[in-house]
């Protein structure tokens, strides 16, 4: 299968448009799962107003937050796929910046020196486009995650030791959800990244971060850990808004690596409530829009 770039520059386009302007339907379950369970009347109410502009939002056609966030792309190519590599960043580059301009969106990217911004929500290595691969046949999807300064301000690295065990992995990321409280527009996604190096350890909490709700960790050892830390974190009282309530996060996600045997690397990235995403994907039968 041949890539058409020019159909890749306008869905990256619609993409950014589509994420900042519908949320993904497991989000609003996760919106309805903590309604229904909260307990504290004040929080109820916080999550009611949520859950209504939410539905305002989507129906006047408007932004689901005002801030359009950093643009990441994450590009998953399959087999037989033939593409320009350096041609599909610059088609990406190109809808990203055609998304801002034409749409508009505010522009949220500045040059960190000079703040300068160059109104198109892109600069010096953005947006963030990240590349992997996959066994399916003929497939190639592109997802775009626009990540807030509200959540993405809110992330940590630890680099634990080995004798510290599991349980340094569990204090830390309390300590964070605690430190972040409501900073981070709660309820949040929470991202936690175990072992690697200091970088992949970082991306993987993203990766965690960014994940739709329902999935698990494919490590039985992350998944054990997502829901220990599920518990322990909705345990602590922050609640939406961080007003108080039961209602801190919709899930924590865990997503490990292998590491070396003198570290034992653990990072936090949160998701805000408003855990925007869109998907699309080429194959011979054309492009599909979705999650």
Not at 126 to 146: H, Y
Not at 170 to 189: N, W
Request: with cysteine; net charge neutral.
């Amino acid at each position: 299968m041949k890539v058409d770039l020019k159909q890749v520059e306008e869905a990256a386009k619609q993409l950014y448009i589509r994420a900042v302007k519908l949320l993904p339907p497991d989000i609003k379950q996760g919106f309805a799962g903590l309604d229904a369970t909260e307990r504290d009347p004040t929080a109820k109410r916080i999550l009611g107003t949520m859950i209504a502009n939410i539905k305002v939002a989507e129906e006047t056609d408007n932004l689901l937050c005002q801030d359009t966030g950093i643009p990441i792309y994450n590009v998953v190519i399959g087999r037989g796929v033939e593409v320009d590599g350096a041609g599909l960043k610059a088609a990406i580059r190109e809808g990203c910046a055609r998304a801002t301009r034409e749409h508009p969106l505010r522009s949220s990217v500045v040059h960190p020196v000079t703040r300068k911004n160059e109104h198109s929500s892109c600069g010096r290595s953005v947006p963030v486009i990240n590349f992997d691969f996959s066994d399916e046949a003929e497939s190639l999807s592109i997802e775009m995650v626009p990540k807030g300064s509200g959540s993405e301000n809110n992330s940590w690295l630890r680099m634990a030791i080995p004798a510290e065990g599991v349980d340094a992995i569990k204090s830390f990321v309390v300590d964070c959800v605690l430190a972040a409280g409501g900073k981070t527009c709660p309820p949040t996604i929470v991202g936690v990244g175990v072992g690697g190096t200091a970088d992949l350890c970082v991306h993987l909490a993203k990766v965690a971060a960014t994940r739709p709700l329902g999935t698990r960790c494919g490590d039985p050892e992350g998944a054990a850990l997502e829901q220990a830390l599920g518990q322990a974190v909705n345990r602590l009282g922050v609640g939406p808004q961080g007003l108080g309530g039961d209602s801190t996060a919709f899930a924590v996600h865990v997503e490990t690596a292998a590491t070396h045997i003198t570290m034992n690397p653990v990072a936090v990235n949160m998701q805000c409530h408003s855990a925007r995403r869109a998907r699309a994907t080429f194959s011979p039968q054309g492009i599909e829009f979705g999650y």
